[in-house]
Nanobody, 123 residues
Framework: QVQLKESGGGLAQPGGSLRLSCAAS????????MGWYRQAPGKQREVVAT???????NYADSVKGRFTISRDNAKNTMYLEMNSLKPEDTAAYYC?????????????????WGQGTLVTVSS
């Protein structure tokens, strides 16, 4: 079964940059969509950016122009490049993947989440 693991979180100064990675243990047969979400203390989880199987991307208004989502299919890895970081970007960041996987002779839709990586933006 596909498992996702995030890395790259840490402490950054306002205006700084971080690059998050989301490595998949194995490849989906077909990706429907993958994305990055975040949850700040005391707040609900929110979508940050998504990328479809065909490569179409969408961003939350709060990160447009600052964050870039990308995927390297050869490495089974998704990235989130975060620039011009703000204190309000502080949160636990989670990656998610949804796609088709083999289920015996057939295929099923599987949605999986990573365990998260913490990003703190502070001077």
């Amino acid at each position: 079964q596909v498992q996702l693991k995030e890395s790259g979180g840490g402490l950054a100064q306002p205006g700084g940059s971080l690059r998050l990675s989301c490595a998949a243990s194995e490849r989906f047969f077909s990706i429907i969509a993958m994305g990055w979400y975040r949850q700040a203390p005391g707040k609900q989880r929110e979508v940050v950016a998504t990328i479809t199987g065909s490569g179409n991307t969408n961003y939350a208004d709060s990160v447009k122009g600052r964050f870039t989502i990308s995927r390297d299919n050869a490495k089974n890895t998704m990235y989130l490049e975060m620039n011009s970081l703000k204190p309000e970007d502080t949160a636990a960041y989670y990656c998610s993947g949804k796609g088709l996987v083999r289920d015996g002779p057939e295929y099923k839709v599987l949605e999986v989440w990573g365990q998260g990586t913490l990003v703190t933006v502070s001077s």
